[in-house]
């Protein structure tokens, strides 16, 4: 007998996929997490740099990132494969491409093959949501979007999601051009929103009043220092995601009050801000004064109280396997109980 495989192309997936829906599913699986800890397994993913040696292609990186899932009754291998393109801007592709398999455990069969773009892009986001929800000032009106590359349609979508008071969104991008298409592309993907979008001339300008600040960049260096932003905003940086890359400086790093990461162990190899700060001579943090994890913040292990002067926090985000599987099962069974997709017999 053939197995049945569900297959879930990008646009099946965009039509079921919310951001409020990516939300809940991260934040079960952090509650599932905090109560079995052995229920989810998520190894140490693996990178592999590519194209290090041409002088054609950017060098980007190829990564394999599985996941096991135990939710009470059944078992699912999540496995997400990633390829990191820095080129594909230009050939007006995403920058991340990806696919994802779900398997039962039980039987090995794999049970759904699953475009894995959007769901990385509204995964992260969902992430940055979360973080947003627990640590920004519940009255935010302002937010910057600095980096408008295909990660930040996302990010201000789960932002206003869990903020939806926010009016105002200042966006910087290195090309005026592109943070003017990201204004005209987001109204569009999302009426939903009546916010008033204004391109800055810089980042400066873009930051300085904002109550949030959403970075997705590939920068080297810190974009800008402590006395630039407001005492009590609150940072999603979701690039810098190697040890070489930085876009939050360390006198940033070193002000906030709750310094906060999605996967603690990942972190140590791939989140560049941080790693660099805690290496850095001269800065003051260092890796045991991390406040704590996401998981900490959904099980009130870490609790930031919004109604007190909250200082200056900061959500960290590298990804991890386990996040992808949260929203790529909660898809696959939706589909599967609607009918959705496409079945191939194997």
Not at 28 to 45: A, F, N, S, V, Y
Not at 87 to 98: G, L
Not at 206 to 233: E, H, P, W
Not at 244 to 260: L, P, W
Request: with cysteine; aromatic share 6%; charged share 20%.
């Amino acid at each position: 007998l053939g197995v049945v495989m569900l297959i879930l192309d990008i646009n099946t997936v965009k039509k079921q996929l919310t951001m409020s829906m990516a939300i809940n599913a991260i934040e079960d699986l952090l509650k599932m997490q905090g109560e079995h800890p052995t229920w989810i397994k998520t190894p140490e993913r693996l990178v592999i740099p590519t194209f290090k040696d041409s002088d054609a292609n950017t060098s980007g990186s190829h990564l394999s990132m599985p996941s096991v899932v135990f939710d009470g009754n059944n078992e699912y291998a999540v496995v997400k494969l990633v390829t990191i393109c820095p080129d594909n801007p230009k050939r007006d592709k995403p920058t991340t491409m990806a696919t994802i398999t779900v398997s039962d455990n039980a039987t090995g069969e794999m049970l759904a093959f699953l475009d894995g773009i959007y769901i990385t892009q509204v995964r992260t986001a969902a992430l940055s949501g979360i973080a947003t929800k627990y640590l920004a000032n519940k009255d935010s009106r302002v937010v910057a979007v600095v980096g408008t590359g295909g990660m930040a349609y996302e990010q201000l979508n789960a932002i206003l999601t869990v903020r939806p008071n926010i009016k105002q969104v200042n966006i910087w991008n290195r090309t005026s051009q592109i943070a003017h298409k990201f204004q005209e592309k987001f109204r569009q993907a999302y009426p939903q929103w009546q916010v008033d979008f204004k391109v800055s001339e810089n980042i400066a300008e873009a930051i300085k009043d904002a109550d949030i600040i959403n970075l997705a960049t590939r920068a080297t260096t810190g974009l800008f220092d402590a006395s630039q932003i407001k005492s009590d905003v609150h940072i999603n940086a979701v690039g810098a995601y190697q040890a070489t890359m930085k876009e939050v400086s360390n006198s940033v790093i070193e002000t906030c009050t709750s310094v906060i990461i999605d996967d603690a162990e990942g972190g140590l190899h791939e989140a560049g801000d941080l790693i660099q700060a805690h290496n850095a001579m001269d800065c003051t943090w260092t890796w045991d004064m991390l406040t704590g994890t996401l998981s900490d913040l959904v099980n009130k292990k870490v609790n930031i109280d919004l109604n007190e002067d909250k200082g200056m926090t900061l959500f960290k985000s590298v990804g991890a396997a386990s996040f992808d599987a949260a929203v790529a099962l909660k898809i696959a069974q939706k589909a599967k109980t609607e009918s959705l997709g496409q079945f191939v017999e194997l």
